[in-house]
């Protein structure tokens, strides 16, 4: 049976309005909302978001992001208050970002039926609307925010992230989280391989890691997820890249069947909570991908296998997960590390001093452990 979807009301020239609310993190509508154009202020949108009232534009589309962006400055202006310890400066960071992104969703955006937009310059969205699972023939509300979420991504997947280790492109799906960064790619790149006719890819997202040990010679790739959207995708990598008959999408949670003598797997870093979709491939509640992967390994890897975790430190940084309980989670799953090689972090937020997380970022390591079972 399938869910309806949560309808917007509001009432528009003395008539009461309804459309369907889309949400990718399946926010609840707003239940106050005020039509509002050009002649709206900055000041009185976001005190009105502040106080849980949302916007819907009849106006002009480039006057809404920049009204957006007024908002959001309005939003950053107060700096975070100092804590005692890193991890209260995570925490307090979290909430702070999801208050922003809940005061900034209260602008709304009326996509027409067939994914129109009737606002004046507003730009062609229904590829990249469609594309993203929007409802295709009926009117339907978002926020300007998601909107815009879904017309950037959308440009991300027609024009590719350049992979150097893969001397070609990967094209990320609207929902599957990008590989921006290129120091734990480069690690994979660069580890001797060994003699093994089968590996797994354990939630492979874009396909990215499983692409590049085919392209290295593996001569067969299974790559699981379970997400739908990574599974769609990852296949649609494989093929353009030619390796489809090298590299098996399948769904599964975590592990296919059988064995193999190399496993791979990048989990989320960050034993947090997700407060958005996207955010399951940044945060892993309890370490849930983490423990699984190497609760798992042994019973999956074939004599003599390697199994390579890449993770970051930054969780141990952040004061959220030690390096003893990594390891004692590694000793409790019958491994034992057998090397481990690392990388510096090559991403903007390591060099910015305004981030709030700049120390530990900048002091992040990336590392590629190699496990084995223990004998």
């Given at each position: 049976?399938?869910?309806?979807?949560?309808?917007?009301?509001?009432?528009e020239?003395?008539?009461?309005?309804?459309?369907?609310?889309?949400?990718?993190?399946?926010?609840?509508?707003?239940?106050?909302?005020?039509?509002?154009?050009?002649?709206?202020?900055?000041?009185?949108?976001?005190?009105?978001?502040?106080?849980?009232?949302?916007?819907?534009?009849?106006?002009?589309?480039?006057n809404?992001?920049?009204?957006?962006?007024?908002?959001?400055?309005?939003?950053d202006?107060?700096?975070l208050?100092?804590?005692?310890?890193?991890?209260?400066?995570?925490?307090?960071?979290?909430?702070?970002?999801?208050?922003r992104?809940?005061?900034?969703?209260?602008?709304l955006?009326?996509?027409?039926?067939?994914?129109?937009?009737?606002?004046?310059?507003?730009?062609?969205?229904?590829?990249a609307?469609?594309?993203?699972?929007?409802?295709?023939d009926?009117?339907?509300?978002?926020?300007?925010?998601?909107?815009?979420?879904?017309?950037?991504?959308?440009?991300?997947?027609?024009?590719?992230?350049?992979?150097?280790?893969?001397?070609?492109r990967?094209h990320?799906?609207?929902?599957?989280?990008?590989?921006?960064?290129?120091?734990?790619?480069?690690?994979?790149?660069?580890?001797?391989?060994?003699?093994?006719?089968?590996?797994?890819?354990?939630?492979?997202?874009?396909?990215?890691?499983?692409?590049?040990?085919?392209?290295?010679?593996?001569?067969?790739?299974?790559?699981?997820?379970?997400?739908?959207?990574?599974?769609?995708c990852?296949?649609?990598?494989?093929?353009?890249?030619?390796?489809?008959?090298?590299?098996?999408?399948?769904?599964?949670?975590?592990?296919?069947?059988?064995?193999?003598?190399?496993?791979?797997?990048?989990?989320?870093?960050?034993?947090?909570?997700?407060?958005?979709?996207?955010?399951?491939?940044?945060?892993?509640?309890?370490?849930?991908?983490?423990?699984?992967?190497?609760?798992g390994?042994?019973?999956?890897?074939?004599?003599?296998?390697?199994?390579?975790?890449?993770?970051?430190?930054?969780?141990?940084?952040?004061?959220?997960?030690?390096?003893?309980?990594?390891?004692?989670?590694?000793?409790?799953a019958?491994?034992?590390?057998?090397?481990?090689?690392?990388?510096?972090?090559?991403?903007?937020?390591?060099?910015?001093?305004?981030?709030?997380?700049?120390?530990?970022?900048?002091?992040?390591?990336?590392?590629?452990?190699?496990?084995?079972?223990?004998?």
């Amino acid at each position: 049976m399938t869910t309806p979807l949560p309808t917007l009301e509001w009432t528009e020239r003395g008539e009461p309005r309804s459309a369907i609310w889309r949400s990718e993190n399946g926010a609840a509508p707003p239940r106050r909302v005020l039509v509002g154009d050009d002649r709206v202020r900055a000041d009185d949108a976001h005190s009105q978001a502040a106080e849980g009232t949302a916007l819907l534009w009849r106006g002009d589309f480039h006057n809404a992001r920049n009204l957006l962006t007024a908002m959001a400055r309005r939003v950053d202006r107060k700096p975070l208050p100092a804590m005692d310890s890193v991890a209260q400066t995570f925490h307090r960071h979290r909430q702070r970002q999801a208050q922003r992104a809940r005061l900034l969703g209260m602008v709304l955006i009326p996509v027409e039926a067939g994914c129109e937009l009737s606002l004046r310059r507003a730009p062609e969205i229904r590829e990249a609307c469609l594309a993203a699972g929007c409802p295709a023939d009926e009117p339907f509300v978002l926020s300007l925010r998601e909107l815009l979420g879904i017309i950037g991504a959308h440009e991300w997947r027609r024009n590719g992230i350049e992979i150097p280790a893969l001397g070609a492109r990967i094209h990320p799906h609207y929902g599957v989280f990008a590989p921006q960064r290129a120091d734990y790619v480069d690690l994979l790149a660069a580890e001797p391989l060994p003699e093994t006719a089968t590996a797994f890819d354990v939630g492979t997202g874009t396909g990215v890691l499983a692409s590049i040990l085919a392209r290295r010679g593996v001569p067969r790739v299974v790559a699981t997820d379970l997400d739908t959207r990574a599974l769609a995708c990852a296949s649609e990598n494989v093929n353009a890249l030619g390796l489809a008959d090298r590299v098996e999408v399948a769904a599964a949670d975590l592990y296919p069947e059988g064995r193999a003598g190399l496993v791979v797997c990048n989990p989320p870093w960050v034993p947090a909570k997700p407060s958005a979709a996207l955010q399951r491939a940044v945060y892993d509640p309890g370490s849930r991908m983490l423990r699984g992967f190497l609760d798992g390994l042994a019973a999956h890897l074939e004599p003599g296998g390697q199994g390579w975790l890449v993770l970051s430190d930054l969780a141990e940084l952040l004061g959220l997960r030690s390096r003893d309980e990594l390891l004692s989670a590694i000793d409790a799953a019958g491994l034992a590390v057998a090397g481990r090689s690392d990388a510096p972090p090559r991403h903007p937020r390591a060099a910015d001093p305004t981030d709030p997380l700049h120390e530990a970022r900048s002091a992040e390591t990336v590392s590629l452990w190699r496990l084995v079972v223990r004998g």
